[in-house]
């Protein structure tokens, strides 16, 4: 079996038209890392801070108290003037400090304000209360008295509760703010994933591979009639495509992170991102309920929309973790695509005709499933889940759990499809 692969992938990659292509999907990378390099200057590694209300508030009920609120007040409203200095003059260390502290301190003032009952709608209130006592912040719920109205708007909360734990995370794992477009050796792979190959990974797949059919059409009358090979063609086949067309992808990948490993090192293997954790251990649809358009702010390497902010979904993952969950769905995407362009060229006399229907088809799947599209039908689009890092870390309605369960059973049934058009349709 080896050999037929090996013998496969050689004479993918001695094809000219297939050299041309490799060399047009490599310098369209490198243009496009430079683009982020430079843009990343420019961007800031998180939202500003979202400040303490004190609308609520009255004096009335007790102006001594009152005065001692205004106090904290002041104080955080100058940490936050230094901070925002800090993050000006890139003093790393100290913007991650004071972004814990006030964050810690919002949190807890949505909390305070609140009416909502703390066990059963505040997330990580335990940890929130650990990094208060261990920052030495103060406890902000003795000024409860003072509150004239209580909101059921908790929605606050979970922003300054995801911020508080990012930044504790970068300071006790001695790492500096990053943006979302920023590359080294540890992102440029979730950069290309999320930026090139929703769009290039088909039309790869399409052009590397429409011309299969006749060049395998010589062999195939002959294999196909050697006792036992049958039944094993169809998995030869896909292996040496899917191999094949795996090695133009995360090759010049794993060249990209070699050369950037001089320059900024791999520290940030674990640097952490905000992934929607019920999508991802489960089918899960994001609650757009109110939501008529979608504001995308960037934090850190994920780009959060105004409902992410907003929900407890959100946890933390390492970004090691997360390119390797991204790199199994491209994978497995790969292996969707090829056996779509497979079967249709098994049932398309003319080459061309099923290059055109496969690039059609994902088309109009991808024109029927945009960025931030709400409808439930399209969990069952195959193009909902062109991006798994979109998926992974809710940006898209569909979770990554959904993905990878729609994406296996359409790829099993085309696989099933294909060992029939080799018995029915070329034999």
């Known amino acids: ?51 303490i209300g004190i609308a609520s508030v009255s004096q009335k009920n007790d102006p001594k108290l009152y005065q001692e609120f205004m106090d904290e007040v002041n104080l955080i409203r100058q940490t936050i003037d230094k901070g925002e200095q800090d993050g000006k003059d890139k003093n790393w260390k ?10 810690v301190l919002e949190a807890q003032w949505y909390m305070v304000t609140s009416n909502m009952p703390n066990d059963s709608y505040f997330e990580h209130a335990d940890v929130l209360e650990e990094l208060r006592k261990e920052y030495g912040l103060p406890d902000l719920s003795q000024y409860e008295k003072l509150i004239v109205q209580k909101s059921n708007d908790i929605n606050l909360y979970f922003c300054s509760m995801q911020q508080a734990r990012y930044f504790d995370y970068l300071l006790k794992h001695d790492l500096t703010p990053i943006t979302y477009s920023y590359v080294d050796a540890s992102s440029v792979s979730l950069q290309i994933a999320r930026y090139i190959l929703p769009v290039v990974l088909p039309l790869l797949v399409g052009l590397l591979l429409f011309q299969q059919k006749e060049r395998r059409a010589k062999t195939e009358k002959t294999i196909l009639t050697i006792s036992g090979v049958k039944k094993k063609y169809v998995r030869w086949n896909l292996i040496s495509d899917v191999l094949f067309v795996l090695l133009v992808v995360f090759i010049p990948i794993l060249v990209y992170m070699i050369v950037l490993v001089p320059f900024k090192g791999v520290s940030n293997l674990i640097y952490p991102v905000l992934y929607y954790k019920p999508g991802f251990t489960g089918f899960h649809y994001w609650d757009t309920q109110g939501l008529d358009h979608i504001e995308l702010v960037a934090s850190g390497l994920t780009n959060m929309s105004v409902n992410q902010f907003t929900t407890p ?51 109009l799947c991808s024109f029927a499933s945009p960025l931030g599209n709400m409808q439930k ?18 940006t898209s309605y569909f979770g990554y759990f959904a993905g990878i369960i729609i994406i296996g059973l359409y790829s099993v049934i085309l696989y099933l499809v294909s060992k029939w058009c080799a018995k029915k349709v070329c034999v």
């Open 377 to 394: 039908i399209n969990t069952f689009n195959p193009m909902s889940y062109r991006d798994f890092g979109m998926n992974l870390l809710g």
């Open 1 to 51: 079996m080896w050999t037929y692969v090996l013998f496969n992938i050689k004479s993918n990659l001695k094809r000219k038209e297939n050299l041309i292509l490799v060399v047009l999907f490599i310098i369209s990378e490198i243009a496009l890392l430079f683009i982020l390099n430079t843009k990343s200057f420019t961007e800031s590694p998180y939202q500003t801070s979202l400040g």
């Open 94 to 103: 100290s913007y991650c400090e004071y972004k814990v502290k006030v964050s």
């Open 313 to 363: 979904g959100m946890e933390l993952m390492p970004l090691w973790q997360c390119t390797l969950f991204v790199a199994f769905g491209l994978v497995l995407s790969t292996i969707f695509y090829v056996l779509l362009i497979t079967v249709l060229s098994k049932l398309m006399k003319n080459k061309y005709l099923s290059l055109l229907v496969f690039l059609v088809v994902l088309g």
